[in-house]
């Protein structure tokens, strides 16, 4: 694969990145962020024609509700005690945390310029991995 594949480490705000990369990825990251919807937006700059953008997160339930399995659970106090803090630390501050749930990456897409977001069909108990699309 040496000579399909490289891998590069630089600044996704650098503008003469822009429209090269065949796949941007983010892993349970955009959750932590302060201003998710930038980040995507500069994720879907960075993406090039027919390249993908793909984010794997944690898989919890679409909906809020209180009776939920012991993976979320888990995921709160993650999210109480680092990953909320985290994305309250500046304006824009959307203040996330790790239960992110689809909807929200939906709506943080639309923002962003996507059109909408795939759900990949991956059976995992901790993770979901998505497409970003348009």
């Known amino acids: 694969m040496a000579d399909r594949v490289t891998f590069h480490r630089a600044d996704a705000a650098d503008p003469q ?4 990369f065949d796949l941007v990825c983010a892993f349970e990251t955009i959750h932590d962020m302060n201003d998710p919807a930038a980040a995507l937006a500069a994720m879907r ?11 794997a997160d944690e898989r919890v339930a679409d909906d809020f509700t209180t009776d939920v399995d012991p993976g979320e659970r888990f995921q709160w106090g ?5 990953c909320l803090p985290t994305a309250l630390t500046a304006p824009p501050a959307a203040g996330t945390g790790t239960i992110m749930r689809a909807p929200t ?3 943080y897409a ?3 310029g996507f059109a909408g977001i795939d759900v990949l069909p991956i059976e995992h108990d901790f993770w979901r991995f998505y497409t970003l699309t348009g």
Do not use: F, M, N
Request: hydrophobic share 50%.
């Open 17 to 20: 990145l822009t429209g090269t």
């Open 45 to 55: 700059a960075l993406r090039a024609p027919g390249g993908i953008v793909l984010i």
């Open 78 to 82: 993650w999210s109480t005690l680092h």
């Open 105 to 107: 990456l939906r709506r």
């Open 110 to 112: 639309q923002a962003a």
